[in-house]
T-cell receptor
């Protein structure tokens, strides 16, 4: 158990809908990262927050957004969903700002299926 | 940009066989290197890491050495077990402004009894 929790575990929805994925980092970790794992794209970084502020952006679509709250939990919002958004979404956390030697610890993921 | 190239899978071995999974990287700076493992239906777990050249990361019988001259971080284990069956990901984290992990494509390992 990494100490990172994600809810829900599974999510099934229809095209055009909007969903929210939730992540609670390990106790004491200030950084939260979101990754998408799909069969065709592999594991891709989406976005990082540090202590409530956005710090880095990767291949995140404009239809997707995220935020980190004062209690350090984070939410990833996916809107106008398309079939291609079906994937496993991971959250990871680390103590510091990230990069270098800082290790990221991953949650169990949320499997999103868009029908 | 940064990239990680991993040995194509899947890899099937018999129990107690020697394992090597190749990983090479391209990065502008001096990255930290990681191996993560994903068991069926689970998230990624950190297996080992190395933060500078010639460092050797090790855990649970797995080892990998950070080779700057060949830009490689190959994963090895002397004697695999059925319980090692999983997907293995090589990854790097740049020390510069980028904060994210860049992953390889993953290598599926199956160990047969």
């Amino acid at each position: 158990d990494s100490g990172v929790t994600q809810t829900p575990k599974h999510l099934i929805t229809a095209t055009g809908q909007r969903v929210t994925l939730r992540c609670s980092p390990r106790s004491g970790d200030l950084s939260v990262y979101w990754y998408q794992q799909s069969l065709d794209q592999g594991l891709q970084f989406l976005i990082q927050y540090y202590n409530g502020e956005e710090r880095a952006k990767g291949n995140i679509l404009e239809r997707f957004s995220a935020q980190q709250f004062p209690d350090l939990h984070s939410e990833l919002n996916l809107s106008s969903l398309e079939l291609g958004d079906s994937a496993l979404y991971f959250c990871a956390s680390s103590v510091k700002q990230g990069g270098g030697t800082d290790t990221q610890y991953f949650g169990p993921g949320t499997r999103l299926t868009v029908l | 940009g940064d990239s990680v190239t991993q040995m194509e899978g899947p890899v099937t071995l018999s129990e107690e066989a020697f394992l090597t999974i190749n990983c090479t990287y391209t990065a502008t700076g001096y990255p930290s290197l990681f191996w993560y493992v994903q068991y069926p239906g689970e998230g990624l777990q950190l297996l080992l890491k190395a933060t500078k050249a010639d460092d050797k990361g090790s855990n649970k019988g797995f080892e990998a050495t950070y080779r700057k001259e060949t830009t490689s971080f190959h994963l090895e284990k002397g004697s695999v077990q059925v319980s090692d069956s999983a997907v293995y990901f090589c990854a790097l984290s740049d020390r510069g402004s980028a904060r994210q992990l860049t992953f390889g494509s993953g290598t599926q390992l199956t160990v047969l009894p």
